[in-house]
């Protein structure tokens, strides 16, 4: 996979020695499965009841770890013995295909079967509960990998739809579904991916949309501008025959359009999930394409409710099935953290580390006195303001920009005694304006500062590649990080931008 190297151990004695080791660095516990490309070698790595399988460059386990804790797993066994009956896979609950449905057992005793469709519907009319009405399972079959990976695919439409199921026996059952557009584009149109999940009694339903909880288990219509940028229902629980299930959703970001010159949104930032209850049956709606009317009507971030998928385009998604007999409080939050939140791997020797969540985060604040210098708030006061904007420049004030050492100075240690670590200079390009040396001085003043201080500068990417080259290799020690885009959500993207 891209972004992960793989490594082949040459010497016995290494794979010996080959540890995974996983962290939680969140507050709260968490139980779980966990799945993560790794360089390891093949084999079972166990420590007392936690194993796991690493499999072509894939660790997969169901791991217990306490609130700021770790786990280190050695390798015990070889890639020969292993197979999908090996603790990591078994416990109480198990998954088997019919006729294209998956049936989960519990101890042998059947508690819920999962259907997945997907639903097109021509046109610019269709919501949610056409989604339901419109719902026809895709039927295909689904056959077991050696590695215990459940595999399913279907074309509907002009799309291929491509399924996979992980079931873990402790009670998780991970899914991932590709969807392909494979025809030309045939206009607007509803579009979403649907699951069916039948579980007998359902009671004591919640869900967490956008952040809030609230009782029942159907998401509501009311969208709040906020949830412009989220993606509806982050999980539903509820309880069934002495059970408690929980739905996590992952992020999706859905396909871009072309609208005049640029790149943007389509019907949303993010694939909305919806959810609708309806007597034993939840339905889980991801919806690619469809309405969201507010917010088309925006100036600054419009979208296209209905917006049709460019054929060669392909959507990710990903959820969750989590099974409990007795959950933690911080069962959803923690299986909301950890399946869609931030993950990473790193290698130390021959240990490598998968980390939930982040040991700690740094903190930062954009300062730009190259524009602010000039009051931009107050356009008549400032004797030769170039704009009446936000980043104007003045070229009067900039021929005495020393005069204002001493405030540039304090605000720099003020930003360091709150405690910040990172300071973002945000469009650098507007120095262009001034004669390079006169626009390196300035730098140079800037992050000599920032250098006495201890604090590290963040830059954006905006203007040719000679002034970008020039700022990063004169100011290497202290610029650490580079911002390659700015709110690309309002403008979009423009077809030279991807080559910058």
Known sequence: ?????????????????????????????????????????????????????????????????????????????????????????????GVSSEAGRLRIKHRSNAIASIDVGLVVVPGTTATADNAISSFDPLGSIWTTAGDGTLRSSARVSGYDVTLTAMPYGRGSFDMTAKVARTSAQAGSAYLAIVRRVITPSINASRLRFNGREMKGGDSPPTWDRDFWYTRGVDWISWRSKG??????????????????????????????????????????????????????????????????????????????????????TTWPESQLRVFAGYRTVSKTGNDVTVSLGVPGVSFGTSYFPYSTLAENFDYYRTPGLNSEAFWPTSPVMWKNWRAYEPRMRTDMHIIRSMGFENLRLHHLELLRTLPPADAFAFLDFIMGNARHLGLHVLVDSEGPADWITGVLSRYSDVVTRVELENEVLIGGIMPKDPAR
């Not at 080959?18 to 962290?23: E, M, Y």
């Not at 966990?34 to 084999?43: F, R």
């Not at 993010?270 to 309405?291: C, F, H, M, N």
């Open 1 to 93: 996979m891209a972004g992960f190297s793989f490594v082949a151990f040459g010497m016995a004695g290494a794979q010996s020695d080959a540890a995974l080791v996983i962290r939680n660095n969140h507050e709260i516990p968490y139980a779980g499965a966990i799945e993560m490309p790794v360089s390891l070698p093949d084999g079972e790595y166990r420590n007392g009841n936690t194993t796991a399988r690493v499999d072509h460059g894939f660790a997969r386990m169901f791991a217990s770890l306490k609130p700021a804790s770790s786990v280190r797993l050695t390798r015990v066994g070889n890639p020969a013995n292993n197979n999908s009956t090996i603790e990591t896979f078994s416990g109480p609950f």
């Open 243 to 328: 059970l408690s299930f929980i739905a996590v959703n992952g992020f999706s970001p859905v396909p871009t359009i072309k609208r005049d010159t640029a790149w943007v949104e389509g019907s949303h930032f993010y694939v909305w999930e919806k959810t609708r209850q309806r007597s034993d049956t939840t339905w889980l709606i991801s919806e690619i394409a469809g309405p969201n009317p507010d917010q088309a009507k925006s100036r600054y971030m419009p979208v296209t409710p209905y917006a049709a998928v460019r054929e060669g385009d392909t959507v990710s998604l990903k959820w969750r099935l989590d099974i409990s007999q007795s959950p933690a």
